[in-house]
């Protein structure tokens, strides 16, 4: 499966920024609890994006790892190195294509991460196989993305304003099925941890930002809904239509989040 896929900078910085404000848990707390990175590990953050997952792990051991980070989206590296050069921080972002061997020598990490990116992947087995190939025995991979129940309301709320289905999307429909499975084959040690955030808008035009930020993300994947920027924005109406009665009716508008962290050891 070939998933052309390149994420608009401005579109994930809002998203990032509306959990931040809108989020009754904190996905960063989790990640950093869960994996507990060490000064003197080495660290690959593939998909890093704008480098949150590598900022974190950087402040988290006071800059004492030798931290990574890989894309394809040269607009994204270039904001993950002013960032690195404003702060200070000693991260490599480096261009990687996770369809691509990658250009590391076996056993080079400790860790490998990858934060609501890697299941794009075209080829499942390669690439993970390549994770494996670059971590040290005993490294862990920690794979992050979105679990079937994820923002329920978000895809009720579109399926009630275009009466049509929602279209598959690759992340929450191969995260639990077929990443963990080609994970749990190709490592020693396989987990599924389980993280939940609701965020709870106090009104409709936060919600219809990221509503426009997550379209913005898969919108290849919603071709069926809409033609050009005509239709995307008579789409957006519909849905703030919605979303509008909804919030009339309780007050709020409360979407939750539900991410699966697959955690496995080489
Ligand atoms: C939703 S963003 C997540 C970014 C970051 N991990 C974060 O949590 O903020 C998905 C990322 O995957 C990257 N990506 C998609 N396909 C890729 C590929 N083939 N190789 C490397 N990165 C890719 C995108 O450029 C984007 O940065």
Same mark, same amino acid.
């Given at each position: &499966?070939?998933?052309?896929? !390149?994420?608009?900078?401005?579109? #994930?910085? &809002?998203?990032?920024? %509306? ?7 904190? %996905? ?15 660290? #690959? ?7 949150? #997952? ?13 931290? @990574? ?7 994204? /590296? *270039? ?33 490998? @991460?990858?934060?609501?990116? %890697?299941?794009?992947?075209?080829? #499942? ?21 979105? /679990?079937?129940?994820?923002? !329920? &309301? ?5 399926? *009630?304003?275009?009466?049509?289905? %929602? ?47 997550? /379209?913005?993300?898969?919108?290849? /994947? ?18 703030? *239509? ?12 409360? &979407? ?11």
């Amino acid at each position: &499966m070939k998933i052309d896929y !390149q994420e608009p900078s401005k579109d #994930l910085l &809002m998203r990032i920024d %509306i959990h931040e404000k809108y989020g009754s848990a904190n %996905i960063d707390m989790w990640t950093n609890e869960l994996l507990q990175p060490k000064a003197g590990m080495t660290i #690959l953050d593939v998909g890093c994006g704008a480098g949150k #997952l590598c900022f974190l792990f950087n402040d988290y051991v006071k800059g004492g790892a030798k931290i @990574t980070g890989g894309d394809f989206s040269e607009e994204l /590296l *270039e904001k993950a190195r002013e960032k690195n050069k404003k702060t200070g921080a000693n991260i490599d972002f480096q261009f990687l294509d996770f369809n691509e061997k990658f250009k590391f020598e076996d056993g080079s990490f400790d860790l490998c @991460t990858s934060a609501f990116a %890697i299941y794009y992947a075209s080829d #499942l087995d390669f690439t993970f196989g390549e994770a494996h190939r670059v971590l040290k025995p005993g490294g862990r991979l920690f794979v992050s993305g979105p /679990l079937p129940e994820n923002k !329920q &309301m978000f895809y009720d709320i579109i399926k *009630e304003a275009t009466n049509k289905p %929602i279209p598959p999307m690759p992340g929450s429909s191969r995260f639990k099925g077929d990443i963990f499975s080609t994970i749990d084959r190709i490592f020693a040690k396989t987990e599924l941890h389980k993280f939940e955030n609701h965020l709870t808008f106090p009104e409709v035009a936060p919600f219809i930002d990221y509503v426009r930020a997550s /379209l913005g993300e898969d919108r290849r /994947l919603w071709t069926s809904m809409f033609n050009g920027k005509d239709e995307y924005e008579a789409l957006i109406g519909k849905i703030e *239509e919605v979303a509008k009665k909804w919030f009339d009716r309780d007050g709020k508008l409360v &979407m939750t989040k539900v991410i699966g962290g697959i955690l496995a050891t080489k």
